[in-house]
Structure formats: structure tokens, C-alpha cells
């Protein structure tokens, strides 16, 4: 991260490199022109000497040079944090428009972090009475699982059962009595060993496990009556965020610690080219080095102390708002509102701001360029003009004035999101 921070962002040197070749062969224009006049000139040439000189020198001046890149960077920083992705380390914004790999934390980050109810199914139809007894289970509870039951049940209106004789068992599930039989809610293998035929469940399961969900049975004596699924829910928008990081020609991993299983499951939901499964935590920050070594611009996704590392190591870090506090210190861009399409929104805004700059460097010296041979006396020899030095000053800030109207042009900027359906904003 020091070396990151410690580097000059390209723009930067481009405009070194310009003024490199533009301030001696302006100084060497001037020194000519005044020799020129000096000797060929028309009297009294000390003073046509002088002014010549002088007004290369003004105009040439590129003091509009100086307001290109952070006029831009200003405007581009406020434009993004508009978008609500805030911008903590200076070169992110211009790096982040050069961002060819985008690597994705799951937990948190892909998905909303914690589990909620993907699906359930009743076996006749009935899923008012189904999360009536779930939740009337569930709500004596400490389960994150039943957290999330609680939450469906409420969402859909169903009011818990009045279960009593309440009992967790570990590694099984569960069970209760109502009216006077054993509701049970839990895994297959229990329910099946307690004689209750599953068989007709059988699809709906398959379906929640495809999708990288637990999936639990729910049954009342003898009686199967559906099943929930429990999953860590992929967040609403973050399909379509990864379709616009593509669109944006940049390839999209997720490192996770999961198993293979889930990994895929999400992965293939969300149209991620490639995954990475059972990652240690700090093997994270090797995967984003390895990808740097082999020539990709990297950027890390991530929202727990286990991604500071990585963040820090990527070309570019963004941290999700909701995350922990030391993944946001750890990262270059830090994302408010949680959501996916910050990241698309932060590199589309960098690549609006680098174009920005690179009209206003074009800006800058473009008067200056055009005025030098009108102060040096060019046209003196045809039709007896000489610029004035104050009228040299004039067209000097006329560039200012440009870059400055450039810079601002940035404001009227949009990203794709207002263009895509299920824009978040
Ligand atoms: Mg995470």
C-alpha cells in the first residue's frame, strides 16, 4: 500500500513528460525571437527586443497546466462520492479506470452477509401455516437460522404457533408439541430416522441446495409439511453490478473460504467468470499478488478484517461501508451504500475523469502553442503585428478559463446505473 501511495499516478507523469520538452523549447524561442529582433529588427530594438521575449514567455506560460489534473481529480472525487463511493486515497480515482480484474469477496459483499429464508414450500399449498409453526419452533430459538425464519414469518404475516415442550437438539434440528403432537423442524437425516417421508420434498430441497441454501423440513407427527430454505441471500442488485463491470470489459473472480459447493452455486447465479473456493484468509492477498504478476490492474472487493490484507495489496481497495472498520482503512475507495454497482460507478467516473484531464492538458497548451509564433513576431514581417505582453496575458488565462469550464463539464456526468433497469438509485 506505501509503495501505491508512494507512486505517481500516470497522468501525473504525462504532464511531466509534456513540460519537459515544452519549457526549454520555450525558453529557446524566446532567447531566438530576441535575437532576432536584437539584429533584423526595426528600432529601437532593445525594446522590440524585449517585448518579444517577454510575450513568448507570458504567453507560453502553462499556467492552466497546473489546475489539468486536479481540477479534474476535485471534480471527479465529488462526482463519485455522489454515487456514494467515497474516495480516500488520491490516485484510486484515476487508477480505477484502468481496473482489467475485479476481485470479489462472497460473504458480505457478494451476498447481503447474513442468512434470510430464500424459499419454502408447503407440501399442500398452505405456507401460512407451514411459517406459523416454523416461527412458533423457531422463536424460543438463539439460532442465526432462526433469525431468519422469525423474519419471514413476520414479512409474511403469519403469527407464530403457540408451540410448547420446546427443544433444540444439536446437529438434528428443532421439535416442540402443538395440539398435542411433535412439530419438528431440522435436517433430512432426522426427520427421516423419526419415520416421516420426505420423498415428496424431495425437489423443492434440491432446488434450495442448487442454490447454495440449507434446506429444513418441517413436520407435525407423522406429517411432512414443507420445507424453508435458510440461505446467506445473494444482495438484489448484485447481478446486475457484476453485468456492468463486464460491459465494461473487466473480468470478475470471487475469492471465498466456502466450500466448492457454494462457491459455484453463487458464482454461476451471479455470472462470475471464475472463483476461487476454500480460501484461507491470507491466502487472499496472494491470490490479488499473483493476479498483479500476471499483468492484470486488480482491484479487491471486500468487507471483513480478513480482506484488509488483500485490499491493501490490490491496485485499487474498495471496502464495503457496511463492513469492518479495518477493511475501510485498508482500502482506496470505500463504498456507502453496500452495493456493487459503487464499484462499476467509481470506474466509470475515473475513465469520464481521465478523459477529462486529457482534453484539459490539450487545453492548456493549446493556446499557448498557437500564440508562441504571433508573440515571437511571426507575422510581424507580414503585416507588421506584435502582440502586446498585456494582450499575451489575456490569452494566458483564456486556457485557465477553459480548463476550469472543462473540469466542471464533469458535473453533468452519469454512470450506467440510471441506465440499466434495476438501477439502485
Ligand atoms: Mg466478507
Known sequence: MKKAQGSKPAIGRLADRISSIFVPSVMLIAVVSALVWYNVGPEPAVVHMMVAATTVLIIACPCALGLATPMSVMVGVGKAAEYGALIR????????????????????????????????????????????????????????????????????????????????????????????????LGNRRWLESENIDLAELQEEANAITAEAGTPLFLALGNQALGVVGVADAVKQDSEAAIRRLHDAGIRVMMVTGDVDGTARAIAEKTGIDDYRAEVLPEDK????????????????????????????????????????????????????????????????????TVRNIHQNLFGAFAYNSLGIPVAAGLLYPLWGILMSPILAGAAMSLSSVTVVTNANRLRLFKTTINAGKEGNQ
Not at 452477509?113 to 419452533?137: E, K
Request: aromatic share 2%.
Open 285 to 352: 492477498a496472494t491470490i490479488v499478488s499473483e493476479m498483479r504478476g500476471k499483468g492484470y490492474t486488480v482491484a479487491m472487493v471486500g468487507d471483513g478484517i480478513n480482506d484488509a490484507p488483500a485490499l491493501a495489496a490490490a491496485d485499487v481497495g474498495f471496502a464495503i461501508g457496511t463492513g469492518t472498520d479495518v477493511a475501510i482503512e485498508s482500502a482506496g475507495i470505500t463504498l456507502m451504500r453496500g452495493s456493487l454497482h459503487g464499484v462499476a460507478d467509481a470506474i466509470e467516473i475515473s475513465r469520464a
Open 89 to 184: 486515497q488520491g490516485d484510486a480515482l484515476q487508477t480505477a479506470g484502468k481496473l482489467d480484474l475485479v476481485i470479489l469477496d462472497k460473504t458480505g459483499t457478494i451476498t447481503e452477509g447474513h442468512p434470510a429464508v430464500t424459499r419454502f414450500h408447503a407440501t399442500d399449498g398452505d405456507t401460512g401455516r407451514l411459517l406459523a409453526l416454523a416461527a412458533g419452533l423457531e422463536q424460543h430459538s438463539e439460532h442465526p437460522l432462526a433469525e431468519a425464519i422469525m423474519a419471514k414469518a413476520k414479512e409474511q404475516g403469519a403469527t407464530p404457533d403457540n408451540v410448547t415442550r420446546f427443544e433444540a437438539l444439536n446437529g438434528k434440528g428443532v421439535q416442540g408439541e402443538l395440539d398435542g403432537q411433535t412439530a419438528r
